[in-house]
């Protein structure tokens, strides 16, 4: 009788790789039909309850020839056997081929996974840069304006001179206006004046600004070109 793989090895309580070994090393013989594999068995090499199942059933009588001992024995020939090494060959190939796409896709995510990880730490190092670089600036601008002599509009504090006064000494640090007031001017000549120096106090060190009103420090500036009339 002739089975198929699967039924061989359930009829024989077998699993397949076993009944694969066995057609290997020859020690059962199989015959190839249309690229289906039969292995066969001689009618008394068959269990007691096979035999009387098959007996009982013409459908499985027609389905399993009972193929003769001696008689109609096929050989197990060479090309058989290649067959069944090509046929296990190209379902390895196969295995091999999903192998490799796996370890491919595998690889192409890791790497995929890489770069992403480099483009953000690439974004953090970048905005951590900008941060540091604003840090500098504004550290050198400090240290920048704290080298500079104090100079121009704003000052601690001064003496001021009591109201009433009308004379200055030169020694001082006198307002603008009050300055002014002493000197014999007109109005628009004083308003002349006062408007030249709030024109050059932005770019001039010579004049003090605090809290809106103008100084002028004669201990160490000559004011006679905006004083002019």
Same mark, same amino acid.
């Given at each position: ?7 061989? $090895? ?13 057609? %290997? ?7 190839? =039909?249309?690229?289906?594999? @039969?292995?066969?068995? *001689?009618?008394?090499?068959? *269990? ?16 399993? #020839?009972?193929? *003769?001992?001696?008689?109609?024995? #096929? ?8 067959? /069944?090494?090509?046929? =296990? ?24 996974? /890489? ?8 974004? !953090? ?11 500098? =600036?504004?550290?050198?601008?400090? +240290? +920048?304006?704290?080298?500079? *002599?104090?100079? !121009? ?11 009433? %006064? ?6 001082? !640090?006198?307002? /603008? ?7 014999? /001017? ?19 060190? %010579? ?7 103008? @100084?002028?420090?004669? $201990?160490?500036?000559?004011? $006679? ?5």
């Amino acid at each position: 009788m002739k089975f198929t793989l699967d039924e061989y $090895s359930k009829h024989f309580k077998m699993s397949k790789e076993m009944v694969q070994s066995k057609l %290997r090393a020859k020690k059962l013989d199989a015959v190839i =039909e249309d690229g289906v594999v @039969y292995v066969l068995a *001689p009618h008394e090499a068959l *269990p007691i309850e096979v035999v009387n199942h098959f007996e009982q059933d013409q459908t499985l009588k027609e389905k399993y #020839p009972i193929v *003769p001992t001696e008689i109609n024995k #096929p050989k197990t020939t060479v090309a058989t056997v290649l067959a /069944l090494y090509q046929k =296990e060959n190209k379902h390895l190939k196969d295995k091999i081929v999903q192998l490799e796409s796996k370890i491919d896709k595998l690889i192409d995510d890791k790497e995929q996974m /890489l770069r992403y990880e480099i483009e953000k730490l690439e974004q !953090i190092y970048a905005a951590k840069d900008e941060q540091l670089k604003s840090i500098l =600036e504004l550290i050198n601008t400090k +240290m +920048m304006l704290e080298n500079q *002599p104090q100079t !121009i509009h704003e000052i601690e504090s001064f003496a001021h001179e009591p109201k009433g %006064r009308t004379e200055f000494n030169h020694s001082q !640090i006198v307002e /603008l206006r009050d300055y002014l007031k002493t000197l014999d /001017l007109q109005s628009n000549q004083r308003k002349s004046i006062k408007k030249r120096f709030l024109e050059v106090y932005d770019s001039d060190i %010579r004049i003090i600004q605090q809290n809106g009103k103008l @100084y002028l420090d004669f $201990s160490k500036y000559d004011y $006679s070109d905006l004083l002019a009339r």
